[in-house]
């Protein structure tokens, strides 16, 4: 079994700053790739940003340089920097970790979710 565990999120202002993180533990050998998605109210999950294990990354358009995803390959942890938040990315967000066991197919985890709420 495999757990996916997210902190960092809160209330922030806008324009502020915050950092999310996402630590893997237990059945795992490696991890490809991780990354972050987000869902507001009413509306689909949507994609942030992944990175895969080589360290490229993608990123949704409307994050696109305000937001930077890394990894920690060691520590199976993967962090979201959030810079220049706008109220529009009020949402819960969610950690995505494709893991590799000893043996077998990768497979995909998806933590609890964490919320991030930006104030105007």
């Known amino acids: 079994q495999v757990q996916l565990v997210e902190s960092g999120g809160g209330l922030v202002q806008a324009g502020g700053s915050l950092r999310l993180s996402c630590a893997a533990s237990g059945s795992i050998f490696r991890t490809n790739s991780m990354g972050w998605y987000r869902q507001a109210p009413g509306k689909q999950r949507e994609l942030v940003a992944t990175i895969r294990s080589s360290g490229s990354t993608n990123y949704g358009d409307s994050v696109k340089g305000r937001f930077t995803i890394s990894r920690d390959n060691v520590k199976n942890t993967v962090y979201l920097e959030m810079n220049s938040v706008k109220p529009e990315d009020t949402a819960v967000y969610y950690c995505?970790?494709?893991?590799?066991?000893?043996?077998?197919?990768?497979?995909?985890?998806w933590g609890k979710g964490t919320q991030v709420t930006v104030s105007s």
């Open positions: 995505n970790v494709q893991v590799v066991p000893r043996y077998g197919s990768a497979v995909g985890y």
